[in-house]
């Protein structure tokens, strides 16, 4: 298996530019989960899907950030318009189904705001 | 809010002795604990969940939990340079899979 992946790897733009980060989990997983994290607070939460549904996006920090979720195999977080304080790792994870409770990171897209 | 807290460290232990790492957690209702590994510029990785009180052990990784005290904890005996790395607590509020909510971790270095 391929494991969890995302891209790009790396990005860096302009505040104000449009920001689409993309994520394929691992396939038959039915749980995704965006995590974006920084040194000053560590590994949050934004927003998790189950079966392409949003279940809780109460992470989401505001408005600028959205995420699709339009097949199992595909998952979208944008942000518009970027912000330099927006500039973290951001993670995607993918789980089993409901029954278990472990779930498989990414690598993770760097993004810098300049 | 629900919060975890852990030491940030850095913690220093020598090369084959005990490494200790503790977090404690707010929300007693919380169902799972788990622990991460995460080294420099790359992703967390699994490394131990427990759910039941008391100890459970893996290899060279024990994982105690105390639900009375909210407080869990991962033991990684003869410690070895490789084990140098940040250590994260997440703790799943309620069951099935939901988001985790995470510490800040705990930088461990082993000193050979």
């Known amino acids: 298996d391929a494991g969890v992946i995302q891209s790009p790897r790396h990005e860096v733009t302009e505040m104000g530019q449009e920001v689409t980060l993309r994520c394929k989990p691992i396939?038959?997983?039915?749980?995704l989960f965006w995590y974006r994290q920084t040194m000053m607070r560590g590994l949050e939460l934004l927003i998790y899907?189950?079966?392409?549904?949003?279940?809780?996006d109460s992470g989401m920090p505001e408005d600028r950030f959205s995420a699709k979720m339009p097949n199992a195999s595909f998952s979208t977080l944008k942000i518009q318009p970027s912000e330099p304080r927006d500039s973290a790792v951001y993670f995607c994870?993918?789980?089993?189904?409901?029954?278990?409770?472990?779930?498989?990171f990414g690598p993770g897209t760097r993004l810098l705001v300049l | 809010q629900k919060e975890v807290e852990q030491n940030s460290g850095p913690l220093s232990v020598p090369e084959g002795a005990i490494a200790s790492l503790n977090c404690t957690y707010s929300?007693?209702?919380?169902?799972?604990f788990f622990w991460y590994r995460q080294y420099s510029g790359k992703s967390p990785e699994l490394i131990m969940f427990?759910?039941?009180?008391g100890d459970k052990e893996d290899g060279r990784f024990t994982a105690q939990l105390n639900k009375a005290s909210q407080y869990v904890s991962l033991l990684i005996r003869d410690s070895q340079p490789s084990d140098s790395a940040t250590y994260l607590c997440?703790?799943?509020?309620?069951?099935?899979?939901?988001?985790?909510?995470f510490g800040k971790g705990t930088h461990l270095i082993i000193q050979p």
């Open positions: 899907f189950n079966n392409n549904v949003p279940i809780d």
């Open positions: 396939s038959g997983h039915n749980s």
């Open positions: 929300d007693r209702g919380s169902q799972s």
């Open positions: 994870a993918s789980s089993p189904d409901r029954s278990q409770e472990t779930q498989y």
């Open positions: 997440a703790v799943d509020p309620g069951g099935g899979a939901d988001g985790l909510t």
């Open positions: 427990i759910y039941s009180n």
